[in-house]
């Protein structure tokens, strides 16, 4: 069973930065993809950042720019540098992993990013 962790959301003031990190654990298989969504009230969930194992990047066209994705695979580990942020930024992060051989996609809990003064 794929286990996500994710940690580091909050409240910043506009043009500040947060990181966020999500370790995935409970699987055999490689991961493949790993990445953050969001949503935001009233918004459909969009996509702000995957990163594949061999560190190809993909980024929201709103986040590119200020949001940089790495990730470390010996940990199982995904991290969203977010810098600059805006209020349109706030929303909740989830983070999305997929594996090897699996057709399943994973959800984090999700960790709540707030950007306002």
């Known amino acids: 069973q794929v286990h996500l962790v994710e940690s580091g959301g909050g409240l910043v003031q506009p043009g500040g930065s947060l990181r966020l990190s999500c370790a995935a654990s409970g699987s055999v298989f490689r991961f493949t993809t790993m990445g953050w969504y969001r949503q935001a009230p009233g918004k459909e969930r969009e996509l702000v950042s995957e990163?594949?194992?061999?560190?190809?990047?993909n980024y929201g066209d709103s986040v590119k720019g200020r949001f940089t994705a790495s990730r470390d695979n010996a940990k199982n580990t995904v991290y969203l540098q977010m810098n600059s942020l805006k209020p349109e930024d706030t929303a909740v992060y989830y983070c999305k992993v997929r594996r090897v051989a699996d057709p399943a996609i994973y959800w984090g809990q999700g960790t709540q990013v707030t950007v306002s003064s």
């Open positions: 990163i594949t194992s061999g560190g190809s990047t």
